[in-house]
């Protein structure tokens, strides 16, 4: 789907965890293209279970939402993928606490 252009020098990488698995990402990358290139090609699922991938990649779409350190519904096309990051794609929607 996404590949570099030809005749670009390979970029320098670095290591983040992607729902534990080590993957290696070209440094500089926005963490929505890291995934892609990584192969990751739907980032998330649904309500309804149906796979969702980055869209629009520039905020508007929403189609990107991930967990990173912690922290859920990421838009992963506004933040840069970096060194040691521990991303969570969701599969499904989230559960509510009752009390
Ligand atoms: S890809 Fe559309 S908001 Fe991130």
Known sequence: MFRPL???PPAPTVALYVDGVTVEVAQGRTLAIALLEAGYHATRRNHRG???APYCLMGVC????VQVDG???V???LVRAEAGMRVRLPQGPRTVEEH
Request: aromatic share 6%.
């Open 6 to 8: 030809d005749g670009l």
């Open 50 to 52: 149906e796979p969702c």
């Open 62 to 65: 929403f189609e990107c939402l």
């Open 71 to 73: 922290q859920d519904n």
């Open 75 to 77: 838009q992963a096309c």
